[in-house]
């Protein structure tokens, strides 16, 4: 059973381009959580999805950011007109949805943004 | 709201030492506490959970906790250290309205010879 995949591992951007990270669930997961790791610091929350839907979005920075979960294919964090303080790790997390808050997440490597 | 506290954001054991890595908790709502870890330039990995069933949790690795609530702790304790442990650890907290997890600052473990 695969575990969470996230692509790129690394993205290079420079200040003012876009970077789209992608996050493949594991099989059977319906659930789908960004998280935020900036340089030492722990895990911030960002987004939590279900295919199609936004359920808590209250960790996303209101301007730059979006994130979406399609009926089809992997979920995608958006960041447009990047900044360096953009530079981090974003994981991605999935969970099945048996129960909302004992649910094990289940995390991918990151991908690792770094903005020039 | 939930929050979580690693006391330490170092801590050097020698091989075969006890390790102790502290965790206090903040929670309005019966709290359901997790502990990670992670390697280096990787995700996150569980170590094991606590929900409610048993206070003392066991879970890979040698790692065990003991949620205390008298105390609000959950510290997760190896007796022996081996050098593979050498990593970042995590404790989380899901949030009262379930889903996100509030994680710690991560205290990073190392392993001396």
């Known amino acids: 059973n695969a575990g969470v995949m996230q692509n790129p591992r690394h993205l290079v951007r420079r200040r003012g381009q876009e970077a789209r990270l992608r996050c493949s669930p594991m099989k059977g997961h319906s659930h789908v959580y960004w998280y935020r790791q900036l340089p030492e610091e722990g895990l911030k929350f960002m987004v939590y999805?279900?295919?199609?839907?936004?359920?808590?979005e209250s960790g996303m920075p209101k301007e730059r950011f979006s994130a979406e979960f399609p009926k089809e294919g992997p979920s995608i964090l958006r960041i447009q007109q990047v900044v360096r303080g953009d530079s981090a790790a974003y994981f991605c997390?999935?969970?099945?949805?048996?129960?909302?808050?004992?649910?094990?997440?289940?995390f991918g490597p990151g991908t690792r943004l770094t903005v020039l | 709201a939930q929050s979580v506290t690693q006391l330490g954001s170092h801590v050097s054991v020698s091989e075969g030492a006890l390790v102790l890595l502290r965790c206090n908790y903040s929670?309005?709502?019966?709290?359901?506490l997790f502990w990670y870890v992670q390697y280096p330039n990787q995700g996150l990995q569980l170590l094991l959970k606590?929900?409610?069933?048993?206070?003392l949790v066991k879970g890979i690795n040698g790692f065990e906790a003991e949620f205390k609530k008298s105390e609000t702790s959950f510290h997760l304790t190896k007796p022996s250290a081996h050098m593979s442990d050498a990593a970042e650890y995590f404790c989380?907290?899901?949030?009262?309205?379930?889903?996100?997890?509030?994680f710690g600052a991560g205290t990073i473990l190392r392993v001396k010879s």
């Open positions: 997390a999935s969970s099945p949805g048996t129960d909302k808050r004992t649910d094990t997440q289940y």
């Open positions: 989380a907290v899901t949030a009262e309205y379930g889903n996100k997890l509030v």
């Open positions: 606590y929900t409610s069933a048993a206070t």
């Open positions: 929670s309005s709502v019966p709290p359901y």
């Open positions: 999805l279900q295919k199609e839907n936004i359920i808590d």
